[in-house]
Each structure stands twice: as C-alpha cells, then as structure tokens.
C-alpha cells in the first residue's frame, strides 16, 4: 500500500513510501525481525540500486555514513566505515519495479490504512531514513498499529526536531560518543558496535546472535523509542565486513 508520495523533507526530491507484508501472516523469511509489516522509504523516480551508486540516495537516507558514496569517502581517507546491510538491487529494486507497474494500491482514506494497521506491528524504515518522510505520517500509522519500532540516522542533521521523533524511533549511534549526543536530545539509541562492548546503560539486543536469539523483533519491539521505559540497545556490526573492522580497531598488544 502506498501511504506517501511526495517531496522528500531531506532535499525535496520525489519520494515514496510503501508498506508490505499486509496480507494475512504467512510468516517472515527474515529470522531477525520476524512478522513485522514493512515500510519501504524509495525515491520514486530512480531505481534504488543506481540510486546508491549515484548518490541519489540521499534523498531517502540523507547524510548517514552507511550509504555507499560516503562509507567509500571514509574508507579512502582510512577512517572506519561500513556499507549498508540492505542489498538494494534485491528486496528494495523488487518493490520499486512493482510500484513503477502499479502494483500497489494507494491509500484513499485514513480508514483504510487503520484497517490494514490493525493488530499489526510496523517497522518505521525497512529501507530508508523516516526523516525523508513527515513525521506526521509516522505518528499516524504507529498510532494504529500494535506496536513499531524505528530508526534514524538524522537525528544529528541541522533543524532536526528530537522532541517530535523521540517517542517513535531510535537514535542510530556508531559510537559512545553520539550515545551521549542522543541521550542529551532525549533519544533512546540503537548503538551498533565493533565487537562485544556493552555499556551498563545498554542492553544486548536479544535478536542478535551474541543476545542469543532469544526474541525475534516483532516479539521484543523495545526499539520504539521513548515510547518503551527502557535502556537503549547495542548490537554488533553485522554488515559486510564486519570481521575486517573489529580486527583493525584491536588495541596493540
């Protein structure tokens, strides 16, 4: 269903934004977040693997330093950096071919989407920044959903209002550092480290493979900003490359 097509609110260019996974549960293929209805955040005029390799990407993913263009700039100047975990040319090209056919059906009504929301959980960015979209919308589609859980890298970018986004999505941290810049906007944070490094304050996301597996997303949903009283998650890097990252940082015997 598409919710949203508009300009972006990171740089005004045309935007999408399509939720899946609405039919009746037939479970997930992802054993991570499990059966959670997805929100897709693509440009709606460029395909989202070219959009990557262009930088058009920015238009729904803004400055975080896991788009391809930057994590490469930060890899050529010798600083730590990792890609995105999303394959672009897989799940993302697949809905946006299906959006240019018309396969989706548009929201007419604010009935219609509570209907296909209801007794359902979201997940706010499956594949783009929420921030590219009206923060409006996504107090509108979590508020009949049963539960969401979000996040953003935006929450660093200039004008960026942290009282309005807090109560529904994460802070996406890299650091210690920025755990500290996201606690002082009161954000509850999502810290993806290199190896094992919990903080008292933190606690080890229990989907991850060092949290042991013990809950998929859908049944845990502590990501969901202040909304959840909670302390804020740390996983490990996970993405492409992951290995040759924490083995860099090892400190020198």
Request: charged residues 20%.
């Amino acid at each position: 269903m598409i919710v949203y097509q508009g300009p972006s609110a990171i740089d005004g260019r045309p935007i999408v934004v399509i939720l899946t996974g609405l039919q009746a549960r037939r479970g997930s293929k992802n054993s991570k977040t499990g059966e959670l209805i997805q929100s897709w955040i693509l440009r709606a005029d460029v395909e989202p693997h070219t959009a990557a390799k262009t930088g058009d990407d920015a238009s729904v993913c803004g400055q975080c330093p896991h788009r391809p263009l930057l994590a490469s700039m930060l890899a050529r100047a010798g600083l730590p950096s990792s890609p995105c975990y999303v394959k672009t040319g897989e799940a993302p090209l697949s809905i946006y071919r299906a959006f240019r056919r018309g396969s989706y059906a548009r929201a007419e009504t604010v009935d219609q989407v509570r209907e296909a929301l209801q007794g359902r959980r979201l997940r706010i960015g499956s594949y783009g920044d929420p921030a590219a979209a009206p923060v409006d919308l996504w107090r509108m589609l979590a508020s009949m959903a049963d539960g969401h859980v979000g996040y953003t890298h935006q929450w660093q970018a200039v004008g960026f209002d942290a009282a309005a986004w807090a109560p529904l999505v994460m802070a996406s941290a890299d650091t210690r550092a920025e755990t500290l810049q996201a606690e002082a906007l009161g954000m509850r944070y999502f810290r993806v480290s290199n190896g094992v490094d919990r903080q008292d304050r933190e606690v080890t996301c229990p989907a991850s493979a060092e949290g042991g597996r013990k809950a998929q997303c859908s049944d845990c949903m502590l990501c969901a900003g202040t909304t959840k009283r909670a302390r804020s998650i740390v996983i490990a890097d996970h993405a492409a490359g992951f290995a040759r990252r924490v083995i860099a940082i090892q400190p020198a015997a």
